[in-house]
DNA sequence: GAGTAATCGAGACGGTACGTCCCGTCTTGTT
DNA sequence: AACAAGACGGGACGTACCGTCTCGATTACTC
C-alpha cells in the first residue's frame, strides 16, 4: 500500500462520500451498505474510497464522528441528579433517531468481527464520552454527593448498560422512562 | 418458499451441520462463517441448508440453543445476594468462554440488521433467562428482600446491562470483580 | 440399477408422463424440459420416470414415436414423381408443424451429444423411413422410371438432406416451393 | 444489462478464455462444457466471461469464428465440376475433424434452442460461405455450365444438404464418396 | 380372500452449475 | 499525484435440476 499525501486530497470526493454513506445507510440498512454503491453514488472512484479508508465502517465512523462532534460536552449546573438526567436524556434522543441508530447498531456490530473498528469506535465516540461522565462523577464524589468508596466506572456502566442492553438485544425500546427509573435506583445506590 | 416435510428430515444431516457449524465458527470468525463453507465441511448439499435455515445465524442460533438448554436454571437458596451472585459469575463464565463468546457476539451483531434473527435471539435465549431472573427478584421482593416499589425488570438490566456493555462495546473485559462490584451497588440500590 | 418388471408397470403413469412431456415442449422449449418439471406435472414421482426411461430424451422419443406410428407408409401410385411429392408435402407438413418441430429439433440437438439417442432415434423413426423410400425408388428402378446405376440412398439425401438442412440452420424456412423446385432437379438427374 | 467498454478490455483474457474453451470441448463432449469450467481453466472471474458473452455457444461460436477465418475462399480454375469437387471435398476434411466436428455438431444443437445462436452461426460461418459458393455458380450459369433456369441456391442445398444429413442424423459417416456420387447426380441435374 | 412384494406418489438428500453481487486490486486516461 | 471509471480474478450468494435414496400407500399377483 502506498502511503497517499494527505494534502493532495480532494475535499470535494471526501465530502461527497461521506453523504453519500450516510444517505444510503438511512435509505437501506448497514448490512446493505457496500463500498460499490457508495462510490457509485457519491460519484467516486472505488480507489478513492481504498485509498483513504479501509473499509464501510471506517467511512461511516468518520461521518458519525463529525456529526457528533459537537455533542461533546457534560452539563455541570452542580446539580448530579439534574445533570446526570440531562445527559440520560440526550443520549435517548440520539439513541432513538432511526438514523443514528441505524449507525450506532451498525458499528457495533461490525466491532465485533473487527477488532480495528472496535478501538477506533472506542477512540472516537466512546471513552472521551465516558470520560466527560466520569470528569462529571469525580467532581460530584469531591462534592460529597457520592459515597468516596463507590467504583465510579462502574456508575457509567450501570448507567450506560441498560441503554445499551436494550439497543443491542432489543428486548424492550429505550425510553426515557426507563432512564428515569434507572437513575433513581443508581443514585439509591451511591449516595451517601 | 417451499415448506418442507419435517418427519422426513435427516437427523444426521442436521447433526452434521449444526456441529460443522460450530467447528468452523471457532477455527474462524462469525464474520468468516458461510453457508457454503457449513455445506462443504457437514458434506451436506447446500440446499439442505436453505431448506430448513433462513441464514447462517438461524443455524447458529440453533446450535447455541441446543448447547445452552442445561444451563436453563436459576439458583434459589433463599439468599437472594448469594443466589444473584452464583449466577452473575455463571454468566461471566460463559461469556468469557472465547467459544461462546463467538457466537454472541456473532449472533448479536447479525441480529442488528436482521430482525428475525433479533426475534428468534430473544425468544429462544435471552427471554427464557430473564423470566428466571425476575421469577427469582419477585420471590425476593414477597420475601421482603427488595424493596417494594422497586421495578424488577430494571433491576435485570442493571446486572445484565454492564456485562453486555463491555462485551459488545470492548471498553473493557468482562470480570468476577466487575460484577462483584454492581451487584453491590445494585443491592444496595434495592434493599430496604 | 435393479430391473423394474414391466408387468407390474402403471399404464397410467406411462401415460402421464408421455402427455406431460409433450404438452411441457409445447408450452416451453426442448431445452427448458426437465425431468423435475415432468414429474410434477405429470402427478409422478422423479423414480418412476428413472425407472422406465434414461433421460428425458428418451421420454419424448417414445411420446413422438406413438404419435408417429400411423404414418409409416409410403405412397405407391405407380408414378414415381407423384409419389414422391406426395411424400415431400407431407415431411413439409410433419416438419411446419410447430409442435412437431419442436421435439424433432430438440431430439436432434440432444443426439449430437448423446450416442444413445441417436441410435434410439435412427431406430426408431428415421431408419424405418428411410427404408420405405428406398423400397419405392428400388421398384421405381426396376420399372426404367430411375437410370439403373443410380444409388439410391444417395437419391434419399439429395431429396431429405436440403430439408434438413433449412430446418436445422435455419437459413430459411422449409416450403413445399423448396421441395418441388428440389424434386424437380432431383428427377431430372435421375431420369433414364 | 450494462455495457462495458470495449477499450478497456482484455485481450490476455479474451484469449485465454477462447483457448480454453475449445481446449476443454476437446477433451470433454459440448454439452460437458461448462461456463463454470472455462473460467477455472481459463483463470478468469465468471463475471468476465458475462460481461463479453451471453453464454458457452457465443464463446465457441467467436473461437471457431477465429479459426475458421482462412478457410473463406472458394476455387475457381475455371472448371466449375472441379472446383465444386475441391471444395466439397475440403467440407469433408473440416466436418471430419473430430475437434471441428464437435464444435460444429454442439453449435448447431445450441442453435435448435436459443435463436440468438442460430442467428450468430449463420451470420458468422453459414451464409458467407453460401454465398461464394453461390458466386461460384452464377459465374459457371453465366458461362453456361449451367442451364440458366436452374436456381442457384436449391443447388447449394443440394451440395451441402445431403453431407449435414448424414453428420447430425448420423445416419452414415461423412466421406468422400458420399460426396462424389451426390456431385455427380447435381451435376447431371444441372448441365444443360 | 389374505399375504406379500413391487410399483407408485412424494420429496429429502449430496451434488454441480447457474447467473449475480460484491470484494479489493489493477489499469487507463483526465484534471 | 489524485481523481472517475470500471475491468479484472476471485468467492459466496441463493436457485434450479440432477440422479439416488428412503418412506408409507396403493396395487396386483401368489398362495
Given amino acids: 500500500m502506498v ?35 457508495i462510490a457509485k453514488s457519491a460519484g467516486v472512484g472505488k480507489q478513492t474510497l481504498y485509498r483513504w479508508w479501509p473499509s464501510k465502517a471506517a467511512i461511516l465512523l468518520e461521518a458519525i464522528e463529525e456529526r457528533a462532534a459537537n455533542t461533546l460536552e457534560f452539563p455541570d449546573t452542580g446539580d448530579l441528579a439534574a445533570d446526570l438526567h440531562t445527559q440520560l436524556h440526550a443520549l435517548v434522543r440520539t439513541v432513538t433517531d432511526p438514523l ?33 461522565c466520569i470528569d462529571r462523577l469525580t467532581k ?35 425510553t426515557t422512562t426507563q432512564v428515569n427509573t434507572t437513575l433513581n435506583l443508581v443514585l439509591t445506590a451511591i449516595r451517601p
Avoid at 3 to 20: F, K, M, Q, V
Fill in 100 to 132: 443514528f441508530a441505524a449507525y450506532t447498531k451498525g458499528l457495533i456490530a461490525a466491532a465485533q468481527s473487527d477488532p480495528t473498528i472496535s478501538e477506533a469506535l472506542l477512540k472516537a465516540l466512546i471513552r472521551p464520552r465516558v470520560q466527560l
Fill in 3 to 37: 502511503t497517499p499525501n494527505p494534502d493532495r486530497r480532494s475535499e470535494r470526493a471526501r465530502r461527497a462520500i461521506l453523504d453519500a454513506a450516510l444517505e444510503l445507510c438511512r435509505t437501506d440498512t448497514y448490512a446493505g451498505l457496500t463500498m460499490e454503491g
Fill in 140 to 174: 460530584a464524589q469531591h462534592a460529597g454527593e457520592i459515597r468516596p468508596e463507590v467504583d465510579l466506572p462502574t456508575v457509567v456502566e450501570l448507567l450506560y448498560g441498560p441503554v445499551y442492553y436494550r439497543l443491542l438485544l432489543h428486548t424492550a425500546p429505550v
